[in-house]
């Protein structure tokens, strides 16, 4: 028989200050976090050009995805402008994150291979994290002053002196294809650090046991490093779907004067561009519809990714202990009052 | 010890999660998309207050006081707080100012707000509305509109004890910009900024035998004569432009439309003016008369240094000590300091300008009073100002006193006095009824329009004219049709 005492400390619950030390993150969360994404909503229900937008209903999502009339230049300027947005955000980011995780991966599976003893690794890793650590702001002035529309911007003195210059910055697929050189130059080191720690979480034994089988390196990549990375590379093109989607900073930067170059304008720059480019009447509305576009696109991607990727066996053993649960009870219930 | 250990993990906790509070409201008052509504309104809250608590101070001064010409402001504050985006101006203002103050030394502060006009208008609200002391601040002749016509954000220069009377020594045009609408003077301009077009002086004896700026002159004329020139240049062999950017040339080009671009009810007005230009700009384009460079960009600058134009399109506040000349001059000691000279150029124009004006916020009443007095109503003092920075003050009088006399020498300009080049045109400057308040982002839209159809991007005019009002039409308060 337990005593009184005895009994208190069994009851005795930790919970408390557990919820005590969460507490701040989560007053801190709602306040800068959560009412600000629930305020995004709002707007995108809310009318243009005011600082104190009431709400309007469903028109800007209906200006930015439904075509308008050709003669309604200001709602064929919005749903234009918001889908070029959408077409250049999806191209650069595929030309960004295949170049990327395939890079990324050779390098991973190198730098962490038992049998290429490379001398300077630290070095290396250190080298090619680099590029993410400088701001975007210097990256894009390095850039500009690399691949300048100017005449004397490195390229064009070095190779079109006394020529036309090349417009790097201002043309279509050119300025397209160096915002994609950008992010990856600028992400690969990140991803490859992280797909270094999931290979490394790999259980070495299996990887000498396939040298002791007289694997090659391509087999030993293809039937053991790969399928194992596979959490590892579900979360990394998550992350970079997410944050390619949201990409921003070098498109926006990329150019002289005061215009961004419609070519790599993504859809963040345009949310941006269209409560901030008109300080007077900020157009909130349409900033709103597409954030909350662009997050339902995002959402759905993401679900799509975790669909494909989900582990079949998994779930298939889940339904089996289900069923078999679903069986005994059914048995106890014809079973009656069986002892 | 357990107790001890927990309640010092609890205040570590405490105390980070204090630092975010603080780190977060501090970047909220840059805002975000989504934070920045809340804080609008209650900025809008704040200056309502703000504007309250001012016109109720006003009031029952006003009842104390007897003329109008009273400077009803108090000097309750330590320091006049300028606010503008550039030191360019103002810190050579108020050095000048308190050398001739010394009672006012230290008294003035240049606070800077962002690097840009654009930045400016942001953190403009935000210090509206804060605690911040805000008395004067300038604003540009691109978006002036917006504020003068607001009360919240600007009061009446009448507040100070000034009159119109005092503004008639300026040029009617600045008064008539820094007036709202209901005929209330909210804003003077302490410069006046006629343009011309500044050439180099040793190409142009090289290229064309032109020795004097009234030689030069003639082949600048009109814009005719100014094209023949470029075409001269070209059959010549010489590759060099004579206009610098498409970016100068609209400048130039805007100044002499005859319609704003916005109508009474706020409609975009496209003109036919607008495709005379177009098609001169890809003329120019093409045949390499105006340089491919970007205006405001390195490579604007660089184009004076090495022989890739003849000349740029400059104005007043392009000429001074530090300005855009100095820099396409590779500052002193450059490549081409002191190489340039200016004339009047194929026709007479006018870029921007900026006023003063006064916070309803303002607690420096007699400072502020006599800053502005100093620069805008006073001719002597202005005058001195003129000869200190070199710049084209707005007081015909004072420059009329400075082109007789002679006294202006620019060393940029190899000595030459600008101002005697650009007093006749400055007189003729009509600018009212001329701005709006959306004209840099119209003028961005069509510059951009216009380099994509002068590039060949954009295959004709009437595409061009498309994207351009697509573009403009984004902007919310215009109509497009």
């Given at each position: 028989m337990a005593t009184a005492a005895q009994r208190r400390i069994k009851s005795v619950s930790y919970a408390k200050y557990g919820y005590m030390f969460i507490l701040p993150f989560f007053v801190v969360y709602f306040i800068f976090s959560f009412w600000p994404l629930i305020q995004t909503f709002i707007l995108a229900f809310s009318e243009n050009g005011t600082r104190t937008p009431g709400i309007i209903g469903l028109d800007n999502f209906k200006t930015i995805l439904a075509k308008p009339a050709e003669s309604d230049f200001k709602a064929m300027g919005i749903h234009e402008s918001f889908w070029n947005g959408m077409k250049n955000t999806l191209i650069i980011w595929f030309g960004n994150f295949i170049p990327q995780i395939a890079l990324s991966l050779l390098l991973a599976v190198w730098f962490t291979d038992l049998r290429v003893k490379m001398p300077g690794k630290g070095f290396f890793k250190v080298v090619m994290y680099m590029p993410n650590i400088i701001t975007a702001a210097s990256v894009a002035g390095l850039f500009l002053s690399l691949f300048g529309d100017s005449s004397y911007s490195v390229i064009n003195t070095l190779l079109r002196s006394g020529q036309e210059p090349w417009k790097i910055i201002t043309s279509c697929w050119p300025s397209r294809i160096l915002v994609m050189f950008i992010q990856v130059w600028m992400w690969f080191g990140n991803t490859m650090i992280m797909l270094m720690s999931g290979i490394q979480g790999i259980n070495e034994s299996l990887f000498e046991a396939a040298e002791i089988d007289g694997a090659n390196s391509t087999q030993t990549f293809w039937r053991i490093t790969f399928p194992l990375l596979k959490t590892i590379m579900v979360y990394t093109l998550l992350t970079s779907m997410i944050g390619g989607l949201q990409m921003f900073d070098i498109p926006y930067m990329l150019h002289t004067g005061n215009v961004v170059n419609d070519y790599i304008k993504t859809v963040a720059v345009f949310i941006y561009e269209m409560f901030h480019g008109n300080f007077a009447k900020p157009s909130f509305g349409y900033s709103g519809a597409a954030s909350v576009i662009l997050f339902v696109i995002t959402s759905i991607l993401g679900a799509l990714v975790f669909y494909v990727q989900r582990d079949k066996d998994a779930i298939e053993k889940k339904k089996k202990q289900k069923q078999a649960a679903k069986e005994w009870k059914r048995k106890q219930k014809g079973g009656g009052f069986s002892i | 010890m357990n107790k001890l250990k927990k309640s010092l993990a609890l205040i570590a906790t405490l105390a980070i999660a204090s630092t975010a509070f603080y780190a977060c409201g501090d970047s909220s008052s840059t805002a975000d998309t989504s934070s920045s509504t809340p804080d609008s309104s209650s900025s809008e809250e704040a200056s309502e207050e703000s504007s309250e608590e001012s016109s109720e101070e006003s009031s029952e001064e006003s009842s104390e006081a007897t003329a109008s010409a009273e400077n009803k402001v108090a000097e309750t504050g330590d320091k006049l707080s300028l606010l503008c985006?550039?030191?360019?101006?103002v810190e050579k203002m108020i050095e000048n100012f308190t050398d001739a103050n010394p009672d006012y030394a230290g008294k003035v502060e240049y606070v800077n707000v962002g690097s840009s006009g654009g930045e400016a208008r942001e953190q403009y609200a935000n210090y509206f509305a804060g605690d911040e002391d805000v008395d004067l601040f300038v604003l540009e002749a691109d978006w002036i509109l917006d504020y003068i016509n607001n009360d919240e954000y600007t009061a009446p220069l009448a507040d100070l004890g000034f009159t119109e009377a005092d503004f008639d020594g300026c040029y009617d045009y600045t008064v008539s910009i820094g007036t709202d609408k209901n005929g209330v003077l909210k804003a003077a301009s302490w410069q006046s900024t006629p343009g011309g077009y500044v050439y180099r002086t040793d190409l142009a004896e090289e290229?064309?035998?032109?020795?004097?700026p009234d030689e030069m002159q003639e082949f600048v004329k009109d814009w005719d004569t100014f094209t023949a020139t470029a075409k001269k240049l070209q059959d010549d062999g010489h590759k060099i432009a004579m206009a610098d950017t498409l970016g100068g040339m609209w400048q130039v080009w805007q100044y002499n439309r005859s319609n704003a671009w916005l109508d009474a009810d706020n409609k975009l007005i496209v003109d036919d003016y607008c495709k005379t230009y177009a098609d001169l700009a890809k003329e120019y384009y093409e045949n390499g008369y105006v340089t491919k460079e970007d205006q405001w960009s390195d490579g604007w600058y660089a184009i004076g240094q090495d022989d890739s134009t003849m000349g740029y399109f400059f104005c007043t506040w392009c000429l001074g000590k530090g300005s855009m000349l100095s820099n396409a001059e590779g500052g002193?000691?450059?490549?081409?300091?002191?190489?340039y000279n200016i004339t009047a150029g194929p026709s007479g124009w006018a870029w921007g300008g900026s006023w003063l004006a006064l916070s309803?916020?303002?607690?420096n009443g007699q400072i502020a009073h006599d800053f502005i007095n100093y620069f805008t109503v006073d001719a002597s003092t202005a005058k001195d100002y003129a000869l200190f920075k070199s710049e084209f003050v707005n007081n015909p009088t004072a420059m009329k006193e400075i082109v007789d006399e002679g006294s202006n020498k620019n060393d940029l300009l190899g000595g030459q006095d600008q101002f005697s080049v650009l007093y006749e045109s400055a007189a003729n400057i009509d600018m009212d009824g001329k701005i709006t308040a959306f004209d840099s982002q119209i003028k961005d839209a069509f510059n951009t329009a216009v380099t994509k159809y002068a590039k060949g991007d954009i295959a004709s005019y009437d595409d061009m004219i498309t994207e351009f009002k697509k573009e403009a039409a984004k902007i919310e308060g215009i109509t497009v049709e």
């Open positions: - | 985006w550039t030191g360019d101006d290229y064309l035998g032109a020795k004097t002193e000691g450059g490549k081409t300091f002191g190489k309803p916020k303002c607690d």
